[in-house]
């Protein structure tokens, strides 16, 4: 990332201030000539803005300037901006990506740590209050359909600037038009570029003949500052061109004249240095983006051909780039080569289509060797980043060689856990596409990438359509890889979680316990593959009311992961330390559940981000942690920002019904009833959405809206709600399971407050007794049943079933103080409720 930062020195407003952030600007052209005009007009239109923002575009034929004249605008005025900011804009789906990047600096987080859409929302609607920055210049570059911005342009204050080729421009925004250069202005920029003195005459030839466009005079001028070639003879060579080979050989776009120019810059590089020619051919089929120098180092192409011989010499490699910048074929700045799209355009036709696949296969083999195989680990995503732009344009999909393959699934999971899904979506559509066309045998990427779609499809579609998808796959890789494969493990392990959010929670444990035995068989217990499906048995465990077992699992991975030296992600480590927290506080240890939880939520902000999908899920558990403990007020606090920041970042995210239902039940502890029930209302709307109707954490999560029903006084559909879920839960868990059993003491008390105490007793008398089964007599959700039945009892004569000791023993757990404990004395009965842990 390129973003510079001022020093305050100066003022705002006076020459010489710089701005405080100046992100990604294109290097100042020292040849830059006339446009005052134009510079004047934007300069009048902008900087007279006062309030709304009224966006300005340069529109105009490629090659004619635009994009320089928007760098020399930013140069020129930028002490007028506390922020400048530039934004590739020729491939929509990238734009995001590049405002999110914008986050960091605007105090909103880390991108990294966050959805890329929601966080580019987020830098929109920070520029549109002006927070922090109410002087702002944002310039969209090389722009197609107005529509691709609409979400992009901020309201209300700030500046933006549009370059484009497109005219529908003129009817949406203020537009400056870009025509060529007049006469006098070619003529002062050829004696620039060619650093000595041309006669007006001869350099008023040369203009006319290249229709004075400012990209083919750049060419020509470079022609001869470098080869020393004087007007006469290079407007000879050009009339020596055949005119029909240029008609068939130029592009409809752009003018002959252009691409008689580059004819000759090309056939003068070919001269200086074959291999640089070649070198420059091989860019023409990356995309219009920068292309990152390291590209030619880190990758390689695997044949007998010139390209490969020049990439493996690192002195002849350096030669050729530094010759195609002389040439002003392309620039070279910030260890990028910048090859403009009318360049790319020209190379490729003078190119026999019949080599196209040959140089489209070397950019794929480049993208291959040059990209990080890990994927998951956070270092490696800016290099993932720069390679993104060129997978589309170089028709990488196409690719039929493995580890070409192998990249594109990769990509596709950078993408996702980078926050991306969008892109990561289109891609993987892609990559299906053209694969299920072209399948190769032994080759597992096409299983790969179904099971990243599957991955993708549980938050745009839901689980059953990830689940269906996967276990398609996961049949198809077993019969033709066997069982322990890494496709088919890889597989397995994420089956697993798609059981869980379908809700069969007895049949995700059964297949996570085969798919452990299957790892350790092939990785053993040490390796972090397999700690990774030992996590997911601890899940699987804590969904089946079997915490204690859970609890020692997610203490085992907890400690495998946090000492490990390699292999293991920060997301893991905070995964796995927020599973151990969760265990603990589902087994009554409220103490250390909280500091654990405490200890990983700084942790997950310090390492990933405070809005990190990973660490917004340790937050909800934080918030409940301090809800259980009595710290209702911190509590609140807390989970109100969590969930406003999952909702504004991952508002499909499947976790957002979690944070919903722990905001719900904060606010009923503080007795919030109103907003609690309007919380989760929503919440139980998305869970049929998200999950399936009737999911298990539908109907527990029902009974959380039936608690609220009773506390406003509506028992009568407390218990209606009630009698539904706990039919549901105990048909789907049976009734020992924990969420059954919390509905059912809740629905006791719906009976108690309508005066069926013999009902009430007699529920709640089976409810403690199973929990005594299930949990043991001194656990705190035993404690509580046992509580509210003694209650029950003692208002029908049949004694105080245990009261006191029940009291004594809860309040040794949780301490006299509190909260739960003042209310029992006070008369009241308690009302367990549920919290969803993440699937």
Not at 144 to 149: K, M, Q, S, T
Request: hydrophobic share 40%.
């Amino acid at each position: 990332m390129n973003v510079c930062y001022g020093d305050g020195v100066t003022q705002r407003g006076e020459l010489g201030y710089v701005p405080r952030v100046w992100g990604k600007v294109p290097l100042r052209n020292r040849n830059f000539t006339g446009r005052e005009r134009e510079l004047e007009l934007l300069k009048q239109s902008l900087v007279g803005q006062q309030t709304a923002v009224v966006p300005q575009a340069l529109r105009g034929m490629g090659g004619v300037g635009k994009t320089q004249l928007a760098v020399e605008y930013a140069h020129r005025n930028k002490h007028r901006y506390d922020l400048v900011w530039w934004i590739p804009a020729d491939q929509p789906s990238l734009i995001a990506s590049t405002i999110a990047a914008l986050s960091p600096e605007l105090g909103l987080g880390d991108v990294n740590a966050q959805g890329v859409r929601e966080t580019a929302a987020a830098v929109i609607n920070a520029l549109r209050r002006g927070e922090p920055y109410g002087n702002w210049l944002l310039i969209f570059d090389n722009a197609g359909e107005p529509r691709d911005l609409d979400e992009f342009i901020p309201a209300d204050s700030g500046h933006v600037l549009i370059t484009s080729r497109n005219p529908d421009w003129k009817t949406r925004v203020e537009t400056v038009e870009v025509d060529v250069f007049d006469r006098a202005e070619s003529i002062e920029f050829l004696n620039r570029r060619v650093r000595r003195q041309l006669g007006d005459a001869e350099a008023s030839r040369l203009a006319e003949r290249l229709g004075d466009l400012p990209l083919a005079l750049e060419q020509a001028g470079a022609l001869q500052a470098e080869a020393a070639m004087e007007i006469g003879e290079y407007l000879e060579l050009l009339a020596q061109k055949p005119t029909e080979a240029m008609g068939l050989l130029a592009p409809p776009d752009y003018p002959q004249s252009m691409a008689d120019a580059w004819l000759l810059s090309t056939q003068g590089l070919e001269r200086a240095l074959p291999e640089a020619l070649e070198l420059l051919k091989v860019c023409a089929f990356f995309g219009p983006e920068p292309i990152p120098v390291d590209i030619f180092r880190r990758g390689s192409v695997h044949d007998d051909s010139l390209l490969s011989r020049t990439l493996s010499d690192p002195v002849r490699r350096s030669m050729a780039i530094r010759m195609i910048g002389k040439f002003a074929l392309a620039t070279i700045e910030d260890r990028q080569i910048h090859v403009h799209r009318l360049v790319q355009s020209f190379l490729k036709d003078t190119i026999d289509p019949a080599e196209y696949d040959s140089y489209k296969h070397h950019v794929h083999q480049l993208l291959a060797g040059a990209a990080p195989t890990d994927p998951d680990q956070e270092s490696r995503w800016p290099q993932f980043a720069e390679l993104v732009p060129h997978v589309r344009p170089s028709e990488l999909a196409a690719c039929a060689t493995p580890k070409v393959r192998q990249f594109a699934v990769n990509l596709v999971r950078y993408l996702i856990s980078y926050g991306d899904t969008a892109s990561a979506r289109a891609f993987v559509d892609d990559f299906i596409s053209a694969w299920e066309d072209k399948p190769l045998d032994g080759d597992p990427s096409l299983l790969i990438a179904r099971n990243r779609l599957a991955s993708i499809l549980r938050v745009e579609e839901g689980y059953e359509a990830a689940y269906r998808l996967r276990a398609e796959a996961l049949q198809q890789a077993r019969n033709e890889f066997g069982p322990v494969h890494p496709v088919t493990l890889a597989l397995q392990v994420a089956l697993g979680t798609d059981l869980r959010g379908l809700g069969d929670f007895a049949g995700a444990l059964a297949h996570d316990t085969e798919a452990r035995r299957r790892h350790e068989e092939v990785f053993g217990t040490e390796h972090p593959r397999t700690w990774n499906i030992v996590h997911n048995q601890a899940l699987d465990l804590v969904v089946n009311s079997r915490y204690p077992e859970a609890r020692e699992q997610h203490r085992q991975i907890f400690e495998l992961q946090s000492g490990a030296t390699s292999g293991v992600s920060k997301i893991e480590v905070l995964t796995s330390w927020g599973g151990l927290a969760r265990a603990l506080r589902l087994c009554g240890d409220l103490d250390e559940a909280r500091f654990l939880s405490e200890d990983a939520y700084d942790f997950g902000k310090e390492a990933l981000g405070s809005e990190h999908l990973r660490t917004l899920q340790v937050g909800i558990d934080l918030s409940i942690a301090l809800r259980r403990a009595g710290e209702h007020d911190e509590a609140l606090s807390l989970i109100r920002q969590v969930h406003a920041s999952h909702a504004a970042r991952f508002p499909r995210d499947p976790q957002i019904l979690s944070s919903a239902n722990a905001l719900a039940n904060a606010l009923r502890m503080v007795g919030e009833f109103d907003e609690a029930a309007q919380i989760m209302y929503l919440a139980l709307t998305g869970y049929p959405l998200m999950y399936r109707e009737g999911h298990p954490y539908a109907l527990a999560s029902a009974g959380n809206a039936a608690i609220l029903h009773r506390l406003r006084g509506d028992v009568a559909e407390a218990r209606r709600i009630n009698e539904t879920s706990l039919a549901g839960l105990r048909e789907q868990l049976g009734f020992a399971h924990d969420y059954t059993l919390t509905v059912a003491v809740n629905l006791a008390s719906d009976l108690s407050a309508l005066g069926l105490l013999d009902e009430a007793c007699e529920l709640g008398q089976r409810c403690h007794t199973a929990y005594l089964t299930l949990f043991g007599p001194d656990d705190p959700a035993t404690l509580v049943a046992g509580l509210n039945l003694a209650r029950d009892l003692q208002a029908t004569g049949r004694g105080d079933g245990g009261f006191d000791i029940s009291l004594e023993l809860l309040a040794g757990r949780r301490g006299a103080d509190h909260p739960e404990i003042v209310d029992v004395r006070a008369g009241h009965r308690l009302n367990p409720d549920f919290d969803a842990p993440p699937i």
